[in-house]
C-alpha cells in the first residue's frame, strides 16, 4: 500500500472512532452501567459475527430443544455494538482487538501491549494483579495465543509463544488453561527448557487431560491439554478427542479464583469459532459456539450467585462473513440446511489429519460420508485430493487462502436452488472482515442503558472504572504509527508463515 493511501486509511479509521465517541459519552453517563465490582470476567467470541450467532440460535432452537445462554444475556443485559479497526486497519487481527480492549488504545495489528515504536502499554490483567486480585486466563488456542496473552504481557511478536510462556510465569496468574505443549514441553521447545518443571516449582499444578484436571486440588494450575490449539468442540463431542471442554476449564477456574481475598480477574476466549470460520468449516463454528455457550452459561449462573462479579462479553472480529442464504420459492427453505448440520460429526481439522499427503478419492468419499454426513461425487473427492497433492484450491482467488480446507468446504456447498442438498451457509472468505461485533455487561449491578455504538478501546475503560483503577495507557496516533509502518515496508517477514498467522 502507497503512504498516501496509509495515511489516508489512518485517518478514515480515527474518524470512525470519533463517531462512537458520542455514544461512549452517553454509556458513561448512564446510571449504573459502569458499577463497581470485586471480580471481572471478560468473555471472549473470537471471530464470531452475528450470521454465526443466527445460525447458532436456530440449531439450539430447533435441534437441541433449548435457547441459547447468549440469548439471555442479550435479552437482560445491557449490550450493543462496537467497532473493531485497528490503529491503521479497518480489518484487526486478534493481538490489536486484545490490546484495544486490554490497554485502552489502539495498536497496530501484530503486537501485544505495545506500540508499533516499541513504546510497551500496561494490560488490564497486569493493573488488577497490582491490587492485589488473582487472574485466570482459560482459552481453546494455545493458552499464549494473542487474545489471553494481551491481556497480561508486553510483546512486540504475537508468535513469540515459546517466550509468553515465560513471560506467564514471571507474571503469576493463578490459572492458566488451554493448549500448546509446543511451548512447555523442553522435548518440542526449540531451547529445550522445561517450562511443566518451572512452573510446578513455582507452586503451580500442571496437568495435561481431562481427568488430571477434575483431580487435581492444587490451588495454581498450569493446564496444558494438546499441542497447539485445543481440538474442536465436534471433534471432542463426536469423535472422542480427549480434552476438557471449554466449560470443563471454566469450571475448574472459577472456584479457585474466588478463593482469593481481593477478588479476580478472568478472562474466558471461545477462540476456535475464528478458526473454524478461517477454514469456511460450518460444523466446526456451530459447535464451538454452542461450546462457547455452555461455559457462558457457567459463567452467568456464577454472576447471579455473586452479585459482586461483573461480566463483559465481546467478539474481537467477524471472521470469513459467514452468511446462512435464504433458498427455494419465497425463502421457505431456508432452514432445511441449517437442519442438515446435525449430520456433520466432526471438522476439516480431523479429516485433513486422517486424509494424509497422499490419500485416494475413495478415501475422501468415505470420509466426508462418516464425518460430514455428505455423499461426495467422484469429481468432487479428485477436487480434494488435488488440494491436498497437487495445491490445486478451490475457489481461486487470495480471499479463500487458508487452504486446503477453504476447497473441502467449496466441495459440499450447495448445489439444489431449490431445496437444500447440503448446509446453506456461505463463507465470502478465509480472512477476518471488518463487521462491528457484540459487545455487552452483565451483573446485578447493572442498569438499563441505550448503548448504541461504541469503540473496542471503551471496554478498557469499563473495566479500570468497576475495578476502581485510574489508568491511561500512552496513545499513539495514526500518522504516527503509518511513519514507523513506512520505515519497516521494505522489510521481509520475520518468519515466512508470520503472514498467514495473525488469526
Given at each position: 500500500?502507497?503512504?498516501?493511501d496509509?495515511?489516508?486509511?489512518?485517518?478514515m479509521?480515527?474518524?470512525?472512532?470519533?463517531l462512537s465517541?458520542?455514544?461512549?459519552?452517553?454509556?458513561?453517563n448512564?446510571?449504573?452501567i459502569?458499577?463497581?465490582a470485586r471480580?471481572?470476567?471478560?468473555?471472549?467470541?473470537?471471530?464470531m459475527?452475528?450470521?454465526?450467532y443466527?445460525i447458532?440460535?436456530?440449531?439450539s432452537?430447533r435441534v437441541l430443544?433449548?435457547?441459547?445462554?447468549?440469548?439471555r444475556?442479550?435479552a437482560?443485559?445491557?449490550?450493543?455494538?462496537q467497532?473493531?479497526n485497528?490503529l491503521?486497519?479497518?480489518?484487526?487481527?486478534?493481538?490489536a482487538?486484545?490490546?484495544?480492549?486490554?490497554?485502552?488504545?489502539?495498536?497496530?495489528?501484530?503486537?501485544?501491549?505495545?506500540?508499533a515504536?516499541?513504546?510497551?502499554?500496561?494490560?488490564?490483567?497486569?493493573?488488577?494483579?497490582?491490587?492485589?486480585?488473582?487472574?485466570?486466563?482459560?482459552?481453546?488456542a494455545?493458552i499464549?495465543?494473542a487474545?489471553?496473552?494481551?491481556?497480561?504481557?508486553?510483546?512486540?511478536?504475537?508468535?513469540?509463544?515459546?517466550?509468553?510462556a515465560?513471560?506467564?510465569?514471571?507474571f503469576?496468574?493463578?490459572?492458566?488453561?488451554?493448549?500448546?505443549?509446543?511451548?512447555?514441553?523442553?522435548?518440542?521447545r526449540?531451547?529445550?527448557?522445561?517450562?511443566?518443571a518451572?512452573f510446578?516449582a513455582?507452586?503451580y499444578?500442571?496437568v495435561?487431560n481431562p481427568?488430571?484436571?477434575?483431580?487435581s486440588?492444587?490451588s495454581?494450575?498450569?493446564?496444558?491439554?494438546?499441542?497447539?490449539?485445543?481440538?474442536?468442540?465436534?471433534?471432542?463431542?463426536f469423535?472422542?478427542?480427549?480434552?476438557?471442554?471449554?466449560a470443563?476449564m471454566?469450571?475448574?477456574?472459577?472456584?479457585?479464583?474466588a478463593?482469593?481475598?481481593?477478588?479476580?480477574v478472568?478472562?474466558?476466549?471461545?477462540?476456535?469459532?475464528?478458526?473454524a470460520?478461517h477454514?469456511?468449516d460450518?460444523a466446526?463454528?456451530?459447535?464451538?459456539?454452542?461450546?462457547?455457550d455452555?461455559?457462558?452459561?457457567?459463567v452467568m449462573?456464577?454472576?447471579?450467585?455473586?452479585?459482586?462479579?461483573?461480566?463483559?462479553?465481546?467478539?474481537?472480529?467477524?471472521?470469513g462473513?459467514?452468511?446462512?442464504y435464504?433458498t427455494?420459492?419465497?425463502y421457505?427453505?431456508g432452514?432445511a440446511?441449517?437442519l442438515?448440520?446435525?449430520?456433520?460429526?466432526?471438522?476439516?481439522?480431523?479429516m485433513?489429519?486422517?486424509?494424509?499427503?497422499?490419500?485416494?478419492?475413495?478415501q475422501?468419499?468415505?470420509?466426508?460420508?462418516?464425518?460430514?454426513?455428505?455423499?461426495?461425487?467422484?469429481?468432487?473427492?479428485?477436487?480434494?485430493v488435488?488440494?491436498?497433492?497437487?495445491?490445486?484450491?478451490?475457489?481461486?482467488?487470495?480471499?479463500y487462502?487458508?487452504?486446503p480446507?477453504?476447497?473441502?468446504s467449496?466441495?459440499?456447498?450447495?448445489?439444489?436452488a431449490?431445496k437444500?442438498?447440503?448446509?446453506n451457509?456461505?463463507?465470502?472468505?478465509g480472512?477476518h472482515t471488518?463487521?462491528?461485533?457484540?459487545?455487552?455487561v452483565?451483573?446485578r449491578?447493572?442498569a438499563?442503558?441505550?448503548i448504541?455504538?461504541?469503540?473496542?478501546?471503551?471496554n478498557?475503560?469499563?473495566?479500570?472504572r468497576?475495578?476502581?483503577?485510574?489508568?491511561?495507557?500512552?496513545v499513539?496516533?495514526?500518522?504516527?504509527a503509518?511513519?514507523?509502518?513506512?520505515?519497516?515496508a521494505?522489510?521481509p517477514?520475520?518468519?515466512?508463515?508470520?503472514?498467514l498467522?495473525?488469526v
Amino acid at each position: 500500500m502507497k503512504r498516501r493511501d496509509l495515511i489516508k486509511a489512518g485517518v478514515m479509521a480515527g474518524a470512525a472512532a470519533a463517531l462512537s465517541a458520542q455514544s461512549q459519552s452517553a454509556l458513561s453517563n448512564q446510571p449504573g452501567i459502569l458499577t463497581r465490582a470485586r471480580n471481572l470476567i471478560f468473555f471472549v467470541y473470537d471471530g464470531m459475527g452475528w450470521e454465526d450467532y443466527a445460525i447458532a440460535q436456530f440449531y439450539s432452537r430447533r435441534v437441541l430443544g433449548k435457547p441459547l445462554a447468549l440469548e439471555r444475556f442479550l435479552a437482560t443485559g445491557v449490550s450493543g455494538l462496537q467497532n473493531t479497526n485497528s490503529l491503521t486497519s479497518f480489518v484487526t487481527e486478534s493481538s490489536a482487538a486484545g490490546n484495544a480492549w486490554s490497554t485502552g488504545v489502539k495498536t497496530v495489528n501484530g503486537g501485544l501491549a505495545i506500540h508499533a515504536d516499541g513504546r510497551k502499554l500496561t494490560p488490564i490483567f497486569a493493573l488488577a494483579k497490582q491490587q492485589g486480585k488473582a487472574v485466570g486466563l482459560v482459552s481453546t488456542a494455545t493458552i499464549t495465543h494473542a487474545t489471553p496473552a494481551s491481556f497480561v504481557v508486553s510483546n512486540p511478536d504475537r508468535n513469540a509463544e515459546e517466550q509468553i510462556a515465560e513471560q506467564y510465569l514471571e507474571f503469576g496468574a493463578e490459572v492458566y488453561l488451554g493448549g500448546g505443549t509446543r511451548f512447555f514441553d523442553p522435548a518440542v521447545r526449540r531451547d529445550k527448557k522445561d517450562m511443566y518443571a518451572a512452573f510446578a516449582a513455582k507452586g503451580y499444578g500442571v496437568v495435561k487431560n481431562p481427568r488430571e484436571l477434575e483431580a487435581s486440588n492444587a490451588s495454581k494450575l498450569l493446564g496444558v491439554f494438546s499441542s497447539s490449539h485445543v481440538p474442536y468442540e465436534a471433534d471432542r463431542r463426536f469423535q472422542g478427542v480427549d480434552v476438557p471442554s471449554l466449560a470443563q476449564m471454566t469450571r475448574a477456574a472459577l472456584p479457585r479464583l474466588a478463593a482469593h481475598s481481593k477478588g479476580f480477574v478472568l478472562q474466558v476466549e471461545a477462540a476456535r469459532i475464528d478458526h473454524a470460520n478461517h477454514l469456511n468449516d460450518p460444523a466446526a463454528t456451530l459447535w464451538d459456539i454452542l461450546a462457547a455457550d455452555e461455559a457462558l452459561e457457567v459463567v452467568m449462573n456464577f454472576v447471579d450467585q455473586n452479585p459482586d462479579t461483573l461480566l463483559i462479553i465481546g467478539s474481537d472480529h467477524v471472521c470469513g462473513a459467514p452468511a446462512l442464504y435464504g433458498t427455494g420459492r419465497s425463502y421457505l427453505e431456508g432452514s432445511a440446511g441449517v437442519l442438515l448440520l446435525a449430520n456433520q460429526k466432526g471438522t476439516f481439522e480431523f479429516m485433513l489429519a486422517r486424509l494424509g499427503n497422499n490419500p485416494s478419492p475413495e478415501q475422501v468419499v468415505e470420509l466426508f460420508r462418516t464425518v460430514k454426513g455428505v455423499a461426495l461425487k467422484p469429481e468432487q473427492a479428485q477436487v480434494v485430493v488435488d488440494a491436498i497433492t497437487k495445491r490445486v484450491y478451490l475457489p481461486d482467488t487470495v480471499r479463500y487462502s487458508v487452504q486446503p480446507a477453504n476447497t473441502l468446504s467449496w466441495v459440499m456447498r450447495q448445489t439444489d436452488a431449490n431445496k437444500p442438498d447440503l448446509p446453506n451457509i456461505g463463507w465470502n472468505s478465509g480472512q477476518h472482515t471488518a463487521s462491528p461485533t457484540v459487545f455487552g455487561v452483565y451483573g446485578r449491578g447493572v442498569a438499563a442503558a441505550r448503548i448504541g455504538l461504541i469503540d473496542n478501546t471503551y471496554n478498557f475503560t469499563l473495566m479500570t472504572r468497576a475495578l476502581g483503577i485510574r489508568f491511561q495507557n500512552p496513545v499513539m496516533s495514526e500518522q504516527e504509527a503509518l511513519e514507523v509502518l513506512k520505515s519497516r515496508a521494505e522489510q521481509p517477514w520475520k518468519h515466512p508463515e508470520d503472514a498467514l498467522a495473525l488469526v
